[in-house]
């Protein structure tokens, strides 16, 4: 530590986080470009007293490459002067604590070559993703060279600290490698920029007057210019103006600094051990719909005292997000199954960097922002994945394993050769939950579940509009209130069972369209959840099951009649070098009586083009939109196909039978308000069957991939 001019004036650190996911439109990074992150780098650089701390992630950095190196140009120049300090971060901005420690060295070290070969700097501070803590990562950033990070002042709220303790910065450690810590003030991070420049120094004059070295602001920054309401307020109404001044001004009892300009000019204020953790609202967002509204409830019955109490109440871990959505945890562990089958040598590299861009968060988790609802940043991860795995598989033959692949205790079947990958689930119905198809570079099964959100609850609230402003200011991203049109309300549907392919329905309505589409669907059988034995084979996996069937309305009917029908159900999954699927059903009814049923078999496909444009279905000759959902008999073959190019699925069927289809959409928020978004197709061949005591039944349905 050296002593600094200004070393008795509060020290206000100002630090920027922007970021953009892989696979955003381009359209979107550069609107954001446009209204938020260069307007607001300007005005910085129009005062030359000012000092602030910028985390560019890394997938904004290589767009920003590509798209807009002015942008970097001026950033270079602001770092040449001493007036901005960079932080590094991972590559492709991954959560530290959901990746292995040698992933985490490895994106680190990328980002900071990267920073060291277009700026000149070496960063000695990284931006934590998410501000997402655990101590696990302390010997991870310690062996990238990081010195210190920025982390939420809730994680010192929770840990014991008082409020008025946490303007100074505090070192933590690991086996005794220690790390600097700076607490982020929440108080400063609602303020800016949603509030007057008054109000946020009569905050700064608190700080100072209780003795506080530090103040430190560290946000998004997408709120000065790209939030809604932000760029009228920040730019056009003048905030932006009157804040910068604020800073100049305030020469006599404030200096604005980097953070490393902070970490050498004042003493650590001692040692500080903090629990795994995250921003309030991230702890919120991860528990869930029920444990939301238990958390808002509990919130509510403490009314004004809520804030004094919130250190004492504890929100969810982020990793839960892996168990509320299952899509996110396949594509989890997908990668960390892939990264132990690294092969040594040439091709290793290039899957390593791959599976490194597959680490990207923000596919796989959902708050405030619209995240794994985004079917194109799902994809994106898929995309790296199915990259990564064909390098691995390199002249592979055809193989299947039967292994834990997403760790729930239960074996997946894993089918893959040097063409495609696909796992099978026989402890759930014996469903398709991945195929992943090379060439295409896309996982066909990379749909998304209709599940209940805590904020649907506000949807279904939301007929008023939204109330005018009673304050002077904007309000923030959590604070905005938003309008449902009723076409959204009415899209609240949520799904009996995970999407997937090739579950395996019985049902007696005849016209069950709207019912399954709504997921009300009367099941009759036990097979679609269920456990399934299976075998291995040469190109697949042989599942069964001997189950029941009811045919009767009302269950306690069926115990008095015996309507309940013994049923042996077996399917044969045989997959072809040829980027084809087959897959053989057998039947037999095992019971004393007649059986009449119907039987579907659903499918859930997802086709790149559909965050794009429309959807189609074609039968025979005729191609028509998949807008409404459809009904149509004696169909022997199908396409599903988007506006574009992009890839098909083509399924053929060994004899006619009724075809249901519809979109998949689901209801979710985003920073812009409520939004439908199509997530797959689905569709449903059913055959009419009749089956006496001991009689079988055959089908067959092949599906091939296409451009």
Excluded at 401 to 414: K, N, S, Y
Aim: aromatic residues 10%; glycine residues 10%; proline residues 5%.
């Amino acid at each position: 530590m050296t002593d600094q001019p200004g070393q008795d004036k509060l020290r206000f650190l100002f630090v920027l986080h922007n970021h953009q996911p892989l696979g955003n439109f381009d359209e979107v990074i550069q609107a954001l470009t446009d209204r938020a992150y260069r307007p607001l780098l300007e005005a910085i650089h129009a005062r030359p007293a000012l000092k602030f701390t910028l985390h560019v992630s890394g997938p904004l950095l290589l767009w920003l490459e590509r798209r807009a190196s002015d942008y970097l140009d001026l950033i270079g120049e602001l770092v040449q002067h001493g007036r901005l300090e960079l932080l590094t971060g991972g590559l492709y901005e991954p959560i530290l604590a959901a990746i292995p420690h040698e992933d985490r060295v490895a994106q680190i070290t990328l980002m900071s070559e990267r920073m060291w070969s277009r700026f000149g700097v070496r960063p000695r501070g990284l931006w934590l993703t998410e501000r997402i803590w655990d101590s696990a990562i302390i010997p991870s950033l310690v062996d990238a060279g990081i010195t210190y990070v920025l982390m939420d002042d809730r994680a010192f709220l929770t840990s014991g600290f008082e409020a008025e303790r946490l303007h100074d910065y505090y070192l933590t450690e690991a086996e005794g490698e220690s790390l600097a810590v700076f607490p982020i003030d929440k108080g400063l991070r609602y303020l800016i920029p949603f509030r007057p420049p008054t109000e946020i120094e009569t905050h700064l004059r608190w700080i100072a007057r209780t003795g506080g070295q530090l103040a430190i602001a560290a946000d998004d920054g997408e709120k000065f210019g790209g939030w809604p309401g932000t760029a009228q307020w920040v730019y056009r109404d003048g905030w932006l103006k009157g804040f910068l001044d604020l800073l100049e001004g305030a020469g006599d009892w404030l200096v604005s600094q980097t953070v490393s300009e902070a970490l050498d000019g004042v003493r650590p204020a001692g040692l500080c051990y903090l629990p795994t953790c995250s921003y309030i609202e991230m702890e919120e967002w991860s528990l869930g719909p029920d444990g939301g509204r238990r958390f808002e409830e509990l919130k509510g019955r403490l009314g004004p005292d809520a804030d004094r109490f919130m250190p004492n109440l504890r929100g969810g871990h982020w990793k839960h997000f892996l168990v509320r959505y299952p899509e996110a945890n396949r594509a989890h562990k997908k990668g960390l199954a892939l990264d132990r089958l690294l092969p040594v040598g040439r091709g290793a590299k290039q899957a390593r960097l791959e599976l490194l861009a597959a680490q990207c968060n923000d596919s796989y988790w959902h708050g405030i922002f619209g995240g794994l609802y985004l079917p194109h940043l799902r994809h994106e991860i898929w995309r790296h994945l199915a990259r990564a795995e064909a390098c691995i598989r390199r002249r592979q033959t055809l193989r299947v394993e039967a292994t834990d692949l997403d760790c729930d205790g239960a074996p997946e079947v894993w089918v893959h050769d040097s063409r495609f990958s696909a796992q099978i689930q026989p402890h759930r119905g014996g469903r398709l939950v991945e195929w992943t198809d090379f060439a295409g570079e896309a996982n066909l099964l990379n749909t998304l579940t209709r599940r209940p959100e805590v904020y649907h609850d506000a949807i279904r609230r939301a007929a008023a509009q939204p109330e005018g402003q009673t304050h002077e200011g904007i309000p923030g991203i959590h604070d905005l209130q938003r309008a449902a049109p009723a076409d959204l309300v009415n899209g609240l549907c949520y799904d009996q069972w995970e999407r997937a392919a090739f579950l395996d329905h019985f049902f007696t309505d005849c016209d069950p369209l709207s019912a399954w589409v709504a997921g009300r669907l009367d099941e009759r059988g036990d097979f679609v959840d269920a456990l399934w034995g299976f075998r291995p084979t040469s190109s697949g996996v042989v599942l069964e099951r001997s189950g029941r069937v009811r045919t009767e309305s009302d269950p306690s009917t069926e115990l008095r009649t015996g309507l309940s029908h013994p049923l042996y159900l077996r399917k044969e999954y045989a997959f072809t070098n040829n980027r084809s699927l087959t897959v053989l059903y057998q039947m037999q009814n095992r019971g004393s009586d007649r059986m009449a049923i119907r039987f579907g078999v659903e499918l859930n496909f997802f086709l790149p083009g559909l965050a794009l444009g429309t959807s189609f279905i074609t039968i025979g000759h005729q191609r028509a939109s998949l807008a409404t959902p459809t009904c149509t008999a004696g169909v022997e073959d199908f396409t599903l196909s988007t506006l574009g190019p992009s890839l098909q699925l083509r399924v053929e069927l060994d004899y006619p039978v009724i075809l249901y289809s519809h979109l998949v959409a689901t209801i979710s928020q985003s920073e812009d308000g409520y939004e439908r978004t199509v997530q797959g197709v689905a569709a449903m061949p059913t055959w009419d069957l009749c089956l006496d005591p001991g009689q079988e039944w055959r089908g067959q349905m092949g599906v091939t991939v296409s451009e």
